[in-house]
């Protein structure tokens, strides 16, 4: 069951503005690499990235691919 929540219409625009979109995720860190461009068969652009974040006790890596 679904709990229900009081939201600002500004929150209620934003939640809606969201679409189809399943997880948003803010990374703050340093690039390791230069990213990599290409160009998938439907000629849609694809850029991948490798990120590294600092955690408290060790550094985290991520990749990350960028559709456009």
Same mark, same amino acid.
Request: charged content about 20%; cysteine-free.
């Given at each position: 069951?679904?709990?229900? &929540?009081?939201?600002?219409?500004?929150?209620? /625009?934003?939640?809606?503005?969201?679409?189809? $979109?399943?997880?948003? !995720? &803010?990374?703050?860190?340093?690039?390791?690499? /230069?990213?990599e461009l290409r160009?998938?068969? $439907?000629?849609?652009? !694809? &850029?991948?990235?490798?990120?590294?974040?600092?955690?408290?006790?060790?550094?985290?890596?991520?990749?990350?691919?960028?559709?456009?």
């Amino acid at each position: 069951m679904r709990s229900k &929540t009081t939201t600002t219409k500004k929150q209620t /625009a934003f939640v809606q503005s969201q679409g189809d $979109s399943v997880n948003q !995720v &803010t990374l703050i860190g340093r690039l390791v690499a /230069a990213p990599e461009l290409r160009e998938t068969a $439907s000629g849609k652009d !694809v &850029t991948t990235v490798r990120v590294v974040t600092n955690g408290k006790s060790h550094a985290e890596f991520h990749d990350v691919v960028l559709w456009g």
